[in-house]
């Protein structure tokens, strides 16, 4: 029986570069058990705004690089994907219920 992975990820909202502290804390758990697996915090609607600015204003820079630039950065995060392909199916297994076969192709789809 496959388990929750034993790894660190910061339970906040990922805004311009930087982890803010979201405005509501809510506990992500088990569907199949109900116990909980993490506290996470959600983005406000001024906070999300913040993001969608924020992306956009990244987004012409992204623009900027080369198409062999913005290759190369997404085969990096393709290889990372699939390097941590199992504890991510765990996660997803954990947080979501679907089967663990299931959970690792959605991540080798990604990749």
Known sequence: MKTVPDFWFEPHPWINGSWQPGSESVTVSNPA????LAQVTRASAAQ???AIEGAAKVFTEWRQRSAVERGNILKRIATLLLERKDPLARLLTAEQGKPYPQAVAEIEYSA
């Open 33 to 36: 058990t109900g116990s909980p």
């Open 48 to 50: 999300v705004n913040l």
